[in-house]
C-alpha cells in the first residue's frame, strides 16, 4: 500500500466489498454506509471534517458487476485495527455482519499488520518433516472417529490408520473430553498406538489430537500433547476464538492443523466474508499451518474455483509469511484421487473421512489411497 | 427433559433445526443428515447400531411449515457436548455451518448443561444498583462515539452525558487502544469524568469501557476498569471468543455488558442460528447480564418480532439463571421512546447513539430521553 499524501494517512487496509442491493437501495449510499459504520458508526453529517478525512473509510469506487451487484473498495487507516486481531475483525465486518448484501471478497493488507502477525510458524516443509514426507507428494491425512467410540477402540483404529501408509492422522473435531475416550486418555493410547505402528513401518506417521476446549484449558492440553511427542494438534478457531489462536502461534508450539467449524455462518453467497479471506487469508495470518475446508464434490457447497481460491490464499504470496498447507475435505476417494491431486498440486494435505470408513477394509482402503499419492498424477 | 428409557438417555439437548430444501432435497434425509453431520460425520451405514442408538442424534420429526419449509426436531445426548461450550457450539451449528438451508430456531436444554454455565452474575437488579436505579423504569446508555477523538474529547462528552441523565455510557466498541485514545489514558479520563458528574448532580452515571482486547490482554483491562471503579464492562464476544466471556463470567467481576459485532454470519433468514438463540439464551448462558442488539426500525434488518423473541430469551426463564437486560440500539429517538417503553418494557436497556449525536445540543437531547423513560409510557 502507497503512503497517501493528500490526508497524511501511512498505511491503510484496502478492502473490497461486493454489495448486493434491495429494490431502491443506491449502491454508493449502501457503501459510504459500510464506511461510516464500520468506524465512527455515525451520519456523515454528525462527525468533523478532520474526523471524516482521518478515521472515516474512505470509497474509492463503486463499479457494476454482473447479476446486479456491485463491487465496492474501501480504504481504512490501519490504525484503526490497532494491531489488534479482535479490532481488526471488528472493523473489517464486525457492525456490518449484522446488516445484509454485504460480501468482503479482498483485503490489501498494510506490510506493518501483516508483520504482527505470527503466520504459519511450521508451515509446509515443517509438516513435511513432521510426517518425514520431504519428497514433494500430497499427504495422506485421515480423521480419527466417530465420536462415541471407546479410548481402546479409537486406538486401535489409529494403529491400523498409521500402519497403512496415512501420514497424518487428526482426532474428529468434535472429540473433546467426553467420557467414552477422555482426552488425556485418548491422546495416551492413540499417540502409543501410533508409535508402535511407526517402529513396524518405519515411517513417521503423526496424531494431531484436538485440543478444541475450554477458556483456559486449551494450552494445557497442548503441553499434554507435546509431552507425549505430537508434534501438531487440531484446533477449530471460530470455536475457541481465532485470537486464542493467534496468540499460541505467536508463542511458539506445535504444528497448528485448524477446522472450519462454525465458520460457514460467514459464507453466504450474497453476504460474509468469502472463504479464501477468512480461512484462506486470515486463517494463516493467525498461525495456521494448514487449514482444512471442504472440498468441492463434497457434502457442503464449496465450488472448484472457491476450493482453488482458499488453496492459493494459502500457499501464494502474504508478505513475510509463510505458506500453509491447503487441507481439502471431503468428496476424495480413489476413483477421484488424480483429479485432485492435478487441481490441488503436490504441496496439498487431502483429508479422507467418511469415504474411508464406508470401505469394507480400512487399512486396504488406506494403503490404496497412499499408493496412489505415491504416483504422479497422471 | 424427561429421561428417555428406551435410550438409556438422561439427558438430552432439543434442538429444532428449520430447512429450507433446495429442489429435489428432501427434507427428512437432510435432517437425517444434521443427526450424523453433527455428531458422527459419517454415513448411517458405516456406525454400529449401538453408536447409532447412542451417539447419532435421534430426529424426532419433520413437519412442514408454509414457504416451503420444513421444521426438525433432533435429540442429542447432552454428553456429546462434555460440558465444554466450545464442543456444545460445534454439536449445535459447527459442521452444518458450512452447509445451506439450515436454522437453528430452539434449543431445550438439559438441567445440567444450564447448571454448569455462569448465566448473568449481576442480572437486571446488578446493573440497576450500580445505575442507582432502583425504580423500574427503562435505564438509558448512551454510545461514547466516534472512534478518532481524542482522550480528552471523548472524556467531555463522557462528563456531557453523565451530566444530562444518562444512567450507563459505553465506550463505541471499535474504541480499543488506539493511539489517538488509548485505553489506559481512557479509561482514567472517562472515569474521572463521569465521577465529577456524579459528585454534581447526585446520580450514579456508570462508565462501561470497552475491555475487547487480544487474547490474555482483556483480564488486565478488566482489573484496571475495576480499579478505576467502573462497575461494568462491554465486550464483544464474537471477538473474542464465546468461552472466553464466559470463563471471565464464572471468575466473578464486574457487569458484562455484550455487544453483538461479527455475529451476524449467522442471522441469514435460511440459514444460521436464530438472535433469541445466539444473542439471547447462549449469550445470557456465557454470562452477558445485558445483550445488545439491533432494535427494528433501526439501520439493522431485525423485525419487531425478532426483537420481542431476544426479549424474551433475556429476561424469560431460563433453568436457575439470573435474567439479563435486553439492550436495544437503533431507531430509538425522543420521538419514538414511548412506542419502545410498551414494546419493551420497563426493565430495558434503551442504547442512543446516532440518534443523540445527530441533535443541535447533546446535552439538551440526552436530558429529553432521560425525562421521556421517567414518566410513564403513555
Same mark, same amino acid.
Given at each position: ?46 462527525? =468533523? =471534517? ?150 513396524? =513401518? ?177
Amino acid at each position: 500500500v502507497a503512503p497517501d499524501d493528500e490526508s497524511g494517512r501511512r498505511e491503510e487496509l484496502v478492502v473490497t466489498y461486493d454489495l448486493t442491493c434491495a429494490p431502491g437501495e443506491d449502491p454508493r449510499a449502501k457503501a459510504l454506509g459500510i464506511a461510516l459504520e464500520q468506524t465512527v458508526e455515525l451520519p456523515e453529517s454528525c462527525v =468533523t =471534517t478532520e474526523i471524516r478525512q482521518r478515521v472515516v473509510g474512505r470509497l474509492e469506487g463503486v463499479t457494476p458487476l454482473p447479476e446486479g451487484r456491485f463491487r465496492s473498495v474501501i480504504r481504512f487507516d490501519a490504525e484503526l485495527a490497532a494491531g489488534d486481531l479482535p479490532q481488526l475483525l471488528n472493523l473489517l465486518f464486525g457492525n456490518i455482519s449484522l446488516q445484509s448484501g454485504i460480501r468482503l471478497v479482498d483485503i490489501g493488507w498494510p506490510q506493518s499488520l501483516l508483520d504482527g502477525m505470527p503466520g504459519p510458524r511450521h508451515g509446509i516443509d515443517g509438516l513435511r518433516r513432521a510426517c518425514g514426507v520431504s519428497r514433494r507428494r500430497p499427504l495422506l491425512c485421515a480423521a480419527l472417529k466417530p465420536l462415541g467410540l471407546s479410548t481402546t477402540e479409537l486406538a486401535r483404529i489409529c494403529h491400523d490408520l498409521a500402519s497403512s501408509g496415512v501420514d497424518l492422522i487428526k482426532d474428529d473435531h468434535g472429540l473433546a473430553d467426553q467420557r467414552a475416550a477422555p482426552f488425556s486418555e485418548r491422546l495416551a493410547a492413540c499417540g502409543a498406538a501410533v508409535r508402535r505402528a511407526n517402529a513396524r =513401518t518405519g515411517r513417521s506417521s503423526a496424531y494431531f489430537p484436538n485440543v478444541t476446549a475450554p477458556a483456559g484449558e486449551m494450552d494445557e492440553r497442548i503441553e499434554r500433547a507435546e509431552a507425549e511427542g505430537c508434534p501438531g494438534i487440531l484446533v477449530s478457531p471460530f470455536l475457541v476464538g481465532l485470537d486464542t489462536v493467534r496468540r499460541r502461534a505467536r508463542l511458539g508450539g506445535p504444528i497448528v492443523l485448524a477446522h472450519p467449524s462454525l465458520s460457514g455462518g460467514f459464507f453466504h453467497p450474497d453476504h460474509g466474508i468469502a472463504p479464501e479471506v477468512l480461512l484462506g487469508q486470515i486463517f494463516r495470518m493467525i498461525g495456521c499451518d494448514g487449514v482444512i475446508f471442504p472440498n468441492a464434490d463434497g457434502r457442503f457447497p464449496f465450488s472448484e474455483s472457491t476450493c482453488a481460491a482458499v488453496r492459493d490464499a494459502l500457499r501464494g504470496p502474504l508478505g513475510e509469511l509463510a505458506p500453509g498447507f491447503p487441507v481439502p475435505g471431503g468428496g476424495i476417494d480413489i476413483t477421484r484421487i488424480d483429479h485432485w491431486k492435478r487441481r490441488y498440486g503436490p504441496d496439498t494435505v487431502f483429508l479422507v473421512g467418511g469415504s474411508l470408513y464406508a470401505q469394507p477394509d480400512l487399512a486396504e482402503a488406506c494403503s490404496a489411497l497412499a499408493a496412489a499419492l505415491e504416483g504422479p498424477a497422471d
